[in-house]
């Protein structure tokens, strides 16, 4: 009998992140909230800082996310949650503190709480997940949805005529001096994924160094919503949701002379 | 302990710095912006955190983090920035953390005006906000009780898990009076189940969620036997000149103060009057007007509202006497000759007037 080495077999390449807790979401199939909890949860396992990070779940679809991360965590009322975190974060100067927030949430009802969050600078993280829909409630018109996108209240298309056109906060928050760090990124393939994960890393250091209000805006699928098969659903990303809003970096803390020029759009916060 | 000339407003946000309050958070609005002020410069010379919110809805959810996070916390409005509050307030009953909500209620409905008023009555003292919840809420008559009652407001929210109201009014916020501030105390430890950071413990969750209805309708047990625990133990009244009373007057905060004029005027006229004066209005002294109902001949009930508390009054009682009200709105506050001619007509209603004023008796 062939007796094995007691070393590892295999390296291991990709675990579960202790980060994330062992509950299965509630996610649809083919929904991008899972990619973006696990990026989130793989950055603070790469940071170390899982027993110094509070997260603020938001209402929608992420309104469970305290149930997947295994920190802290706040539940907060619809669209409050950066009021809620500047509550957590100023309690806690030392910790990181993060909210999820969708589009519903985060464009619509907590409009003010978001921009004025970004006014005061709050040295706080925003994970903006935008699927171009409410998702909880069945997929009823955001300010993020498409024009002509039929969703079951503007059930002909949205009519940018009669009910405006897709709001952009990534661009709009990166006009605040007090926002330090404003980027879209995707999560409709592989590479964008990867590009999302660098994202979110930045933002939580640019957190850590205290730098200010940072966002990361991650545009998601809906297939379940959108009406489309889960492959389907992240093509219409890229091909319908990405001219609409463009991935980049909106807002780019300054740095020092050595590393500039890394992007445009640099907004100076000492 | 000295005595101050201190202005009601900035005597409750000093008595809330001396109580521990850590963070502070608050946007303006007359008649009670010289709390914000008076923060504003206070806790950061202290180290501590002051925030102007973009508005009251932002300023309450502020106070949901912080007290979340387990620091001693409060945000001070006035009417309509409480109404502002409310979903607030009722996600902060549900997840039970604790803070204190300082209300100087002016004139409404709407935007009213800005003098004082009690017409905040109902929304605070019965919810407000939704869903089965309970706030303990404490009215002040004088600034020395602004002072303790902020004082005792915070360790009362500490110990229940519960958001304390002080309810005061317009002009309990901008008085001057001479009182005495408590000495600074030590800043109060984080709670176990503060959102700390999950160092060396399981994380922490601060929720109002229970989505299955068994798990909400347990949840909403717990905090109806925590209310029936605050019932028995926290209720709060002042009984003034009540021992020979027929007559017994119930009013709260700056009405209750203009009734004790008016008692010690109708008593030189001699109707035996008093003043039952709820100091919590939640839990509300229903054993102590109960007892008050069985020995007077008639009750005066005196608010600055168009009737609200007389809704618990009547409740209480249950009709063992005529239960009447008078209330001035507006921002209007009752003159003493007015709530006197008040206590004259429900004595000669109950036969408890003024000697000249009872029918003579038949000799028996």
Redesign the interface.
């Given at each position: 009998m062939t007796v094995l080495a007691a070393e590892p077999l295999l390296t291991p390449v990709y675990e579960y992140p202790k980060s994330l807790t062992h509950v299965p979401t509630h996610y649809c199939p083919g929904c991008t909230h899972g990619v973006a909890h696990r990026l989130i949860a793989e950055v603070i396992d790469e940071m170390g800082i899982?027993?110094?990070?509070?997260g603020?779940?938001s209402v929608g679809c992420s309104?469970f996310s305290?149930r997947y991360f295994?920190?802290?965590?706040?539940?907060?009322?619809h669209g409050?949650a950066p009021?809620?975190?500047?509550?957590?974060?100023?309690?806690?100067p030392d910790?990181i503190v993060f909210t999820y927030q969708g589009d519903g949430d985060l464009a619509s009802i907590g409009a003010?709480?978001i921009?004025?969050a970004a006014?005061?600078g709050e040295n706080f993280t925003v994970f903006f997940l935008n699927n171009a829909i409410y998702g909880m409630t069945g997929g009823q018109m955001a300010p993020t949805t498409l024009a002509g996108q039929k969703t079951s209240s503007s059930p002909d298309g949205r009519d940018p005529a009669t009910t405006g056109a897709p709001l952009r906060m990534s661009e709009l928050l990166a006009q605040v001096d007090g926002a330090a760090y404003v980027v879209r990124r995707s999560l409709h393939d592989v590479v964008q994924i990867r590009r999302a994960k660098k994202a979110i890393r930045r933002a939580l250091e640019v957190q850590r160094q205290g730098l200010g209000f940072s966002m990361v805006e991650l545009l998601s699928s809906c297939p379940t919503n959108w009406g489309l098969e889960p492959t389907a659903a992240l093509a219409f990303i890229r091909d319908e949701m990405v001219p609409v809003f463009p991935l980049g970096d909106f807002k780019l803390p300054a740095e020092p002379a050595a590393a500039a020029g890394a992007a445009a759009g640099t907004g100076a916060r000492a | 302990m000295s005595i101050e000339l201190l202005k009601g407003n900035v005597a409750f946000a000093e008595a809330a710095v001396r109580a521990g309050c850590e963070a502070y958070f608050g946007y303006p609005i007359t008649p009670q912006t010289e709390a914000l002020e008076h923060m504003a410069r206070r806790m950061p010379e202290l180290g501590r955190v002051f925030v102007q919110a973009e508005s009251e809805v932002a300023a309450i959810n502020m106070v949901y983090g912080a007290a979340a996070a387990g620091v001693r916390t409060m945000t001070s409005s006035s009417s309509p920035g409480v109404s502002l509050m409310m979903e607030g307030l009722s996600y902060m009953a549900g997840s039970e953390v604790p803070a204190v909500l300082v209300d100087v209620m002016r004139g409404g409905p709407g935007l009213g005006n800005i003098a004082p008023a009690q017409g905040d009555y109902l929304q605070i003292v019965k919810g407000g906000g939704h869903g089965d919840y309970k706030m303990i809420v404490l009215a002040p008559a004088n600034v020395q009780e602004m002072i303790d009652l902020t004082v005792l407001a915070f360790d009362l929210a500490d110990r229940y898990r519960i958001v304390t109201v002080l309810l005061a009014d317009g002009s309990l916020g901008q008085m001057m009076e001479g009182a005495t501030l408590p000495p600074l105390r030590p800043l109060t430890e984080r709670p176990a189940w503060a959102l700390t950071g999950a160092r060396e413990r399981d994380t922490n969750l601060v929720s109002s969620i229970h989505l299955d209805p068994e798990e909400l309708a347990r949840f909403n047990d717990h905090l109806q036997a925590k209310y029936a625990e605050i019932e028995a133990n926290e209720v709060r009244f002042e009984e003034h000149r009540l021992d020979d009373a027929r007559v017994g007057v119930v009013a709260f905060g700056t009405a209750a103060r203009v009734a004790k004029t008016a008692i010690a005027a109708v008593r030189d006229e001699g109707v035996a009057a008093g003043l039952l004066r709820p100091i919590s209005l939640w839990p509300y002294p229903e054993a102590a007007l109960r007892a008050l109902a069985e020995r007077v001949d008639a009750l005066l009930v005196v608010e600055m509202n168009a009737g609200q508390m007389v809704e618990d009054v009547r409740r209480v009682v249950e009709g063992r006497v005529p239960v009447r009200f008078f209330g001035r709105t507006g921002g209007i506050m009752p003159m003493p000759e007015e709530i006197a001619d008040a206590i004259r007509e429900v004595a000669d209603a109950a036969g408890a007037g003024a000697p000249e004023a009872q029918p003579q008796e038949v000799n028996a």
């Open positions: 899982r027993q110094d990070t509070i603020v779940a309104v305290y295994a920190t802290d965590f706040a539940q907060a009322a409050r009021a809620m975190a500047t509550g957590v974060k100023r309690a806690n910790k003010a709480e921009l004025h006014v005061r | -």
